[in-house]
């Protein structure tokens, strides 16, 4: 497959103009309900399927198929990024408002730490083909290990990253708006929503771990294995409010996950030295366990609502008064001033 220049530069322009947009659509701080979460969901998918269709059309149907199937891969993977982010919000209490501003710089982040693994990915792959070995034998253990814990979810409150983060950078326990830096007293202080970001960060470093040697499973291609990582990630934030009210009633999907990475392992392992499983057989049993999770899912919690995840009695974080906003005011028309300069 041969990718021009071109081509990665008016790819990696078209996903940094959609970001664009999204921030300039949110950027007032507003709770963001299920309807207009489901119109962006929808926009997204049709933003990533349709440059599928592209890819389909220029590079043929074996490039295309193995975009859609790293596509629904990474997509099916992020849903558990979801969950974890509602943990993340539920415990410190994150104001729905200020959640989204959270979300996008993680994503983000997500994007630019995916395409250095990416990168990376691809290098290692052609100078040791053995490495392939080690990904497959990785993706195998992940899937046996999400099995054995499909019950067990993070607990923010023992986070390594957070603890860390707490004793080394000065902070406030109060949420001052949208706000990640705050000045008090001549001192720059750290806000609670710049805690949750890095925490945000950091899960999404080991969502990484396991996603990225996933999709090269199905393409060791880095434009697909990047663009379709990207297209996954753009809709992510839309998917977190139209379904953080709905993970009590995936009760499978944690299952179907790990069994698509023992699958993906599998056909992995099998391509190296024995057979090369068809991506469209691949894509076909991917979205079947998938499928077949969620329809499993739904059927068991058919009748029960959305539920919001139940917030701790004491959270570690609290909003700022009047009063502690009001001594930010000099300071935020100091610097309007300098803008408008």
């Known amino acids: 497959m041969d990718v021009t220049l071109g081509v990665w ?70 849903v558990d990024n979801v969950f974890v982010w509602a943990i993340i919000f539920s415990y410190f209490a994150v104001p729905r408002q200020y959640q989204h501003r959270v ?24 100078r040791f083909s ?62 609670p929503l710049l805690a949750v970001l890095v925490l945000v960060e950091v899960t999404d470093l080991v969502f990484a771990v396991d996603s990225i040697p996933a999709i090269f499973a199905v393409t060791d291609e880095p434009f697909l294995v990047f663009t379709a990582n990207a297209f996954a990630l753009l809709g992510l934030r839309a998917m977190y409010f139209l379904l953080a009210d709905l993970i009590h009633r995936f009760v499978y999907l944690k299952i179907g996950l790990a069994l698509v990475l023992v699958w993906v392992g599998l056909k992995m392992l099998v391509k190296i030295d024995l057979y090369y499983v068809p991506t469209a057989l691949s894509l076909a049993v991917v979205a079947t366990i998938l499928a077949t999770s969620v329809v499993a899912s739904l059927v068991a919690t058919r009748g029960q609502g959305r539920r919001s995840l139940p917030a701790p009695q004491d959270p570690p974080f609290r909003l700022a008064t009047d009063e502690e906003t009001a001594r930010l005011e000099p300071l935020l028309r100091r610097r309007a001033r300098a803008r408008t300069r």
């Open 9 to 78: 530069t008016a790819s990696i322009g078209a996903i940094v103009a959609m970001l664009l947009v999204d921030l300039v659509a949110h950027r007032r701080a507003h709770v963001i309900g299920v309807r207009e979460a489901a119109a962006w969901s929808a926009a997204w998918i049709a933003i990533g399927v349709t440059f599928g269709v592209v890819v389909w059309q220029v590079y043929g149907a074996t490039a295309g198929q193995a975009y859609f199937a790293g596509y629904l891969i990474e997509k099916s993977l992020a």
């Open 103 to 126: 979300l996008f710089l993680g994503v983000l982040g997500a994007l630019v730490l995916r395409g250095g693994f990416i990168a990376a990915g691809a290098v290692l792959i052609e």
């Open 130 to 191: 053995w490495i392939l070995y080690v990904f497959a034998a990785f993706l195998l253990f992940t899937g046996y290990r999400m099995l054995r814990q499909r019950d067990e979810h993070l607990d923010p409150e023992r986070s390594r990253a957070l603890r860390l983060f707490r004793r080394y950078v000065p902070m406030t326990d109060a949420f001052h708006g949208q706000r990640l830096l705050v000045r008090s007293r001549g001192v720059v202080l750290a806000t």
